[in-house]
T-cell receptor
Framework: GAGVSQSPRYKVAKRGQDVALRCDPI?????LFWYQQALGQGPEFLTY????????KSGLPSDRFFAERPEGSVSTLKIQRTQQEDSAVYLC??????????????FGQGTRLTVV | AQSVAQPEDQVKVAEGNPLTVKCTYS??????LFWYVQYPNRGLQFLLK??????LVKGSYGFEAEFNKSQTSFHLKKPSALVSDSALYFC????????????FGGGTRLMVKP
């Protein structure tokens, strides 16, 4: 596609419910990132994939958070037993190459998760 | 640990005036620095980056940024602001050999008044 696509754009979940957020990166992009952006704050890193391999998950806040990219393309971020503090915008980004130090990442519009 | 600070939550300028959005960083090695802009209900859009070379970097929409190693700063500038520049701006750093993630500042809301 033309850009990074995320779905759904908005998600309201009851506390304790499981949610799954989808990211379609730009076609051919090797690297994929998930970030969490709380209201009024900058994005914070959650996890990073190079193709299907999850190389860094140091930013995942708890074991309720799980991400996968089984075929090296689409990625899903799953949050189990959601809590109110999980309310945030979840951003997905992709980069063309694996050596991403000097390349910019392209971001999707994000999924706004509200836990009630 | 690396960090990025944007000391101003909000910057207000009049249309046609120059604008500066400040960013300072704290890293132990050579940083790769980025600026992104976020419009309402839109994702982050890349503006410019500093990797190496000239300290003055030019980017999209007439924006530029100056890398100052001694002051550990990477301020975003534009000679003449437009009302359409009003948005949320984020500075980010990636440290060489410290993972691929970006570390973002807290953001600065730029308001350009007609």
């Amino acid at each position: 596609g033309a850009g990074v696509s995320q779905s759904p754009r908005y998600k309201v979940a009851k506390r304790g419910q499981d949610v799954a957020l989808r990211c379609d990166p730009i076609s051919g992009h090797v690297s994929l990132f998930w970030y969490q952006q709380a209201l009024g704050q900058g994005p914070e890193f959650l996890t990073y994939f190079q193709n299907e391999a999850q190389l860094d998950k140091s930013g995942l806040p708890s074991d309720r958070f799980f991400a996968e990219r089984p075929e090296g393309s689409v990625s899903t971020l799953k949050i189990q037993r959601t809590q109110q503090e999980d309310s945030a915008v979840y951003l997905c980004a992709s980069s063309l190459v694996s050596q991403t130090m000097n390349t910019e990442a392209f971001f999707g519009q994000g999924t706004r998760l509200t836990v009630v | 640990a690396q960090s990025v600070a944007q000391p101003e939550d909000q910057v207000k300028v009049a249309e046609g005036n120059p604008l500066t959005v400040k960013c300072t960083y704290s890293v132990s090695g050579n940083p790769y620095l980025f600026w992104y802009v976020q419009y309402p209900n839109r994702g982050l859009q890349f503006l410019l980056k500093y990797i190496t070379g000239d300290n003055l970097v030019k980017g999209s929409y007439g924006f530029e940024a100056e890398f100052n190693k001694s002051q550990t700063s990477f301020h975003l500038k534009k000679p003449s602001a437009l009302v359409s520049d009003s948005a949320l701006y984020f500075c980010a750093v990636r440290l060489y050999n410290a993972g691929n993630m970006l570390t973002f500042g807290g953001g600065t809301r730029l308001m350009v008044k007609p």
